[in-house]
């Protein structure tokens, strides 16, 4: 692959205070904190003062029930958190997409060529993933420009020549590797408007599966959808249900009055695309493949992957019942498997972002039971949530679904001993503190603990946070409120040079 140009750096500071157009307050109020940012970068920031900035806002969730069990098929359950992730991107001519990210109190500033992506050596999404995998320090941006990818090599983006570039300055409320999706609100903040800045006409589901696409293929973490999907659809103050099979919206829940679901980070850095998530999802689709021989369905080679006509349970795991698990599969599939038996057995999977690794050793039974009990358990809890207003009691028996879903998370060698520990605090603090359950959340293996209590309980969960704290040496953010996702925020236009 020929060697990406080096991109000389602008100088022409932003001089003016930011201006909205056509936008009353209510459309304004969302990007609030992102005007903000952009009037006291003025001077660091190079947007011009006569050409038209396009805003977007995506925000990070609060992963209540389903986590990794998306990929099989789940229901999840989603509330969209009230910190978001802003983007602001102005159209440009100098053939330069220069991507501005303020993270971790720092500017860091990622330049491309145009040229490069469009018909350069980073045209094709295999060079472009295998570029930044060997970049770290840029890493980051890989987000932004596979977007970039997907847009310029999607079939309906039509042009003869080069399109414009663009400056695009991200800013994130939504904080990095605590299991609360800033991944996806990065994401889908920046495709709202790349997709617009290309002139490309996305559905909000087309959007999120896009975001998802760039996450697998070129970033390389092999996510499911619930996160991009919540960032796009959510409501403030109802969670979203999302069928990912592979992404059928099932509408929302209210939460009753008087209760509420709060998140801890239990300090223990969270990576989707770690070992553990993608040893775990792994495992899932070696039992699913196992599962499929059994049931006699038939399975076709397709080179490293296979694929399995199944009209039974359409390809999720998460399809079977727990009695029929039971009762004609459980007893029969390994505790654990190592790569180079199953491959041998079985040929491959039916999973496109992951691969059997052969001197890899996988928890086949826990990963394959854990969306087929997941998923039962998000339906049971998902009507327990709407007879809580008539019921209070079912509040008792959705905390301890929660507390079987971390049990389960912990079974497949996803947990951690800091989350086993808020999870304890609350089930020790119990009812009489208006706490009803917990379960570690996302991907796993550290992250936030999810909780859902009354509204009453929010003191009690900050002393939890504040005594885990104290404890374990690691601060321990609490998250709490709500807010709307692109769907309903939308866009918004400033102009500086008003």
């Not at 850095?269 to 006699?296: L, Q």
């Not at 390994?334 to 079985?346: A, D, K």
């Not at 929660?402 to 389960?408: D, F, L, N, R």
């Amino acid at each position: 692959m020929n060697k990406v140009r080096a991109v000389p750096h602008s100088d022409a500071p932003m001089t003016k205070e930011p201006q909205v157009t056509n936008a009353g307050i209510d459309k304004c109020r969302p990007f609030e904190p992102m005007i903000r940012k952009l009037s006291e970068l003025k001077e660091t920031l190079h947007f011009d003062i006569d050409t038209p900035i396009l805003l977007s806002r995506a925000p990070g969730r609060l992963d209540v029930m389903g986590g990794i069990a998306d990929y099989s098929g789940s229901l999840v359950l989603e509330l969209p958190l009230a910190c978001a992730t802003y983007a602001a991107l102005q159209e440009t001519q100098d053939g330069i997409i220069e991507i501005t990210s303020a993270r971790e109190g720092r500017l860091h500033v990622f330049r491309v060529h145009m040229e490069d992506l469009w018909s350069g050596p980073l045209t094709r999404g295999e060079a472009l993933s295998s570029w930044f995998a060997e970049n770290e320090k840029d890493h980051w941006a890989a987000y932004p420009v596979g977007l970039v990818h997907y847009c310029l090599h999607r079939t309906s983006f039509r042009s003869e020549k080069q399109p414009d570039s663009f400056r695009l300055f991200i800013d994130s409320e939504v904080p990095e590797g605590k299991g609360v999706s800033s991944s996806a609100a990065l994401e889908v903040a920046c495709m709202a408007v790349i997709a617009k800045h290309f002139d490309i006409d996305l559905t909000n589901e087309e959007i999120a599966l896009a975001c998802q696409w760039v996450e697998n293929t070129i970033v390389g973490a092999p996510c499911g959808i619930m996160d991009q999907m919540t960032s796009v659809f959510g409501k403030k103050d109802k969670l979203l249900r999302l069928l990912c099979q592979p992404a059928q919206m099932e509408g929302f829940c209210d939460i009753p009055g008087g209760y509420g679901f709060y998140g801890i980070d239990s300090g223990v850095r969270h990576a989707v695309s770690g070992a553990d998530y993608g040893t775990v999802r792994t495992a899932a689709f070696m039992g699913y493949r196992i599962i499929a021989e059994m049931a006699g369905l038939d399975v076709y080679n397709e080179g490293h992957r296979v694929r399995v006509d199944d009209p039974r349970w359409h390809g999720y795991l998460a399809n079977l019942t727990p009695q029929e698990y039971k009762a004609d599969f459980e007893a029969h599939l390994p505790e654990v498997l190592s790569g180079s038996q199953f491959l041998t057995r079985y040929g491959g999977i039916t999973d496109r972002v992951t691969t059997v690794l052969s001197d890899r050793t996988y928890p086949v039974k826990a990963a394959t039971a854990h969306p087929i009990f997941e998923h039962a358990r998000v339906r049971r809890f998902t009507d327990l949530l709407n007879e809580l207003k008539a019921f209070p009691d079912a509040a008792i028996e959705m905390g301890q679904l929660m507390y079987e879903s971390h049990e389960s998370y912990n079974s497949c060698g996803l947990g951690s001993e800091a989350t086993d520990l808020i999870v304890e605090m609350v089930r020790e603090a119990g009812k009489e503190s208006g706490l009803y359950g917990a379960k570690i959340t996302g991907g796993g293996s550290g992250g936030t603990v999810a909780i859902f209590g009354t509204v009453d309980a929010a003191e009690a969960v900050r002393a939890i946070a504040a005594e885990y704290q104290k404890k374990s040496g690691r601060a321990a953010t609490v998250f709490s409120g709500s807010s709307t996702g692109l769907a309903e925020t939308g866009l918004l236009e400033l102009r500086l040079g008003l």
